[in-house]
DNA sequence: AAATAAACCACCAAGACAGTAGGTTGGTAG
DNA sequence: CTACCAACCTACTGTCTTGGTGGTTTATTT
């Protein structure tokens, strides 16, 4: 699994917040209420989310939460780093990987890197943006072609 | 992570057997000790490999393993099929999903299922034959070009 | 029969995952 | 000022996966 529950949620909640459409601040049970996933759970993720300025949160009667830019600002692949350990699909290939002593006769080294590259490639092409509901809903994977 | 070491260990031996280029069983030991893993695990690892027909195993003195087919023969995807639990992305990918009811509604499946596609092209495009120790070993990135 | 090597079985520690529970802080409305 | 509300914080929990280890059994060759 290269992608958990956490990221994913992450992503819905910040959709969801975009397609409201108004600067308003959203109430989260809302949000969750609407996503039908565990408010409890989505507290979490959305404390990540405020502490890595993906995201404001207001305190009291009449708060929530609010986006920080525009959805089209918000590329997938940043939201993950936040969610996320890590998005390397090995170990080797993690920020904190200790220098592998055979990296230089590795066979399959490269085969990671050029997978590692083409996944990090393809989050970095997406935004909230292209993922909100509008006539148009597969742009991204048209922009692609 | 999307490839634990189960995968990636099999990948491996699988690339040592088929460098040694000879007919004979390979005995786990002499694998393990060239590639610096635990023989130990390495071993419940053969055992999946051999009850999925990618390798022969052969017991007692001159026993050892030895692949049931062309190096060509072995697709990446084959391999890991075999090793990992998965190789989706997400969750709600995988084969035992349960149809998820937001289905309809979901505005991130496109994206999983993009993704999910080039993976899995990406992994049926290799061949053990492309990662075996040769001249020219980045073959099958040029050929992807 | 002895040596060898795969195969099988059972167990284990650490960590991630997906939550849950309950209390605290800070801002708003009346 | 007080009540309310919603974010925020700390801590805990059960389940599963990962990456092993140890010991025994089975099959093959010499």
Known sequence: MLISTRGR????????????????????????GRQE????????????????????????????????RDPSEYKIADILKVTEESLSPVAC??????????????????MWRELNDMVNNFFNRITLADLVKKDDNVSYLNSML
């Open 9 to 32: 949620y992450a992503i819905r909640v910040l959709i969801d917040i975009a397609e409201q459409a108004s600067n308003d601040f959203i109430r989260l049970k809302d949000i969750t």
């Open 93 to 110: 290939l993690e920020c904190n990987a200790q220098p592998c002593k055979r990296l230089a006769e590795c066979r399959t080294l490269p």
């Open 37 to 68: 996933i565990s408010q409890k759970y989505v507290e979490n993720i959305m404390t990540l989310l405020s502490k890595n300025g993906l995201v404001e949160g207001v305190h009291g009667k009449g708060g929530g939460y609010r986006l920080t």
